[in-house]
């Protein structure tokens, strides 16, 4: 049962200087409760390919197709939709810094609640009701990963670790069936790339999220990973069970 395929995708950009190729063929189906590890060199294609599964990147060849549907075929209610499914951390965090922590995590919230609320003066209670809902619900998240003492500070006021604790608890938020992890432990020491590693590995388990973890270090495919798929110039050069891929000789 596959959640997330990618049928002869391909992209290719075109820019000033001419075409660059980012993606040439990817095949590829990720299984329901997986962690699936992409790794390769920079420049190989991995960011590209995590932007495409969420349409942050329209593929310009084949397609992707989430819980059996293609997106090019989807309208962009659609889209919105199977994003809200897709949580996504990022190697610098992206946090809100003019926000408190608890305030980073509702912020998903917010948004995914209150679009369809509408305006008007029955919606603006209803609005306030979501508010208090949102608040309840990113304590919890914070809880989950272990930053419950820390809600009122802002992102300056933590350690990178801590940071990417917080964009956890906002990508999970929502509830999505997939978390995208684009060198989510590049910017850590190995200490705390372990713990972040660990936490991932818990939500996975936990709560049954599937994982696409993105990389160009092999300790962390090895860590935490299901399968791996080598990236090399554009395409998927090897693919398979990490200990069958990566097995000492
Ligand atoms: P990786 O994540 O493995 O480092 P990327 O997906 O970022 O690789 O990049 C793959 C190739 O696509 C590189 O040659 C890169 O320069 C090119 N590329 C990525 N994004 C763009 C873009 N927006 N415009 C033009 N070229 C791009
Ligand atoms: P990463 O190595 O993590 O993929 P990059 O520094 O390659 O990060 O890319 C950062 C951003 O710049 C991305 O949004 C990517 O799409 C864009 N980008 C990468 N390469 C190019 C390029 N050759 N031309 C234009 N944009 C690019």
Known sequence: DSIVSLKAMGKVFHTKNGDVRALDNINLDIKRG???????????GKSTLVRCINYLEVPTEGDVFFEGKGLKDMNSVQIRNVRRDMGMIFQQFNLLSQRNILDNVCFPLEISETQNVGSGKL???MRGVLKANARA????????VGLSDREKAYPAQLSGGQKQRVAIARAIATNPKLLLCDEATSALDPKTTKQILDLIKDINKKMGITVIVITHEMKVIESICDRVAII???????????????ANP
């Not at 997986?34 to 190989?44: K, M, P, Q, R, Y």
């Not at 619900?137 to 989950?144: I, S, T, Y």
């Not at 090399?232 to 990566?246: L, T």
């Open 34 to 44: 997986e962690i699936f590890g992409i790794i390769g060199l920079s420049g190989a």
């Open 123 to 125: 919606f603006k209670r």
């Open 137 to 144: 619900r990113a304590r919890e998240l914070l809880k989950l």
């Open 232 to 246: 090399e110039n554009s395409k998927i050069a090897e693919m398979g069970k990490v200990e069958d891929i990566f």
